[in-house]
């Protein structure tokens, strides 16, 4: 979702990115999906939806819930079905 919403013109003009990456300390805002990875990485914690038992079969409800969701509408990104297919198949 980080690489997703950083395109979103509301994110880059308010510089949400380059705000999270101060908060966070990498040097720069490219480098913050590296950093959540590293981070949970160094916890310990699945980093594949697959570790914790998804199923791509599962796709259709999950993304269901999500267009369900109200995040869904707050998100700074619009994403449709197919943008959360595709999230999911690249976090299996």
């Not at 913050?32 to 199923?55: D, F, K, Y």
Request: net charge neutral.
């Amino acid at each position: 979702m980080i690489r997703f919403n950083a395109g979103a013109p509301l994110v880059q003009k308010e510089r949400r990115m380059e705000r999270m990456a101060h908060a966070m300390g990498p040097a720069s805002a490219q480098e913050i999906p590296e950093a959540v990875r590293s981070l949970t990485e160094r916890l310990g914690l699945p980093s594949r939806l697959g570790e914790l038992g998804v199923q791509r079969d599962w796709f259709d409800k999950i993304i269901d819930g999500a267009m369900a969701d109200h995040c869904h509408k707050t998100n700074p990104r619009e994403a449709s079905r197919e943008d959360y297919r595709a999230m999911l198949e690249s976090s299996m």
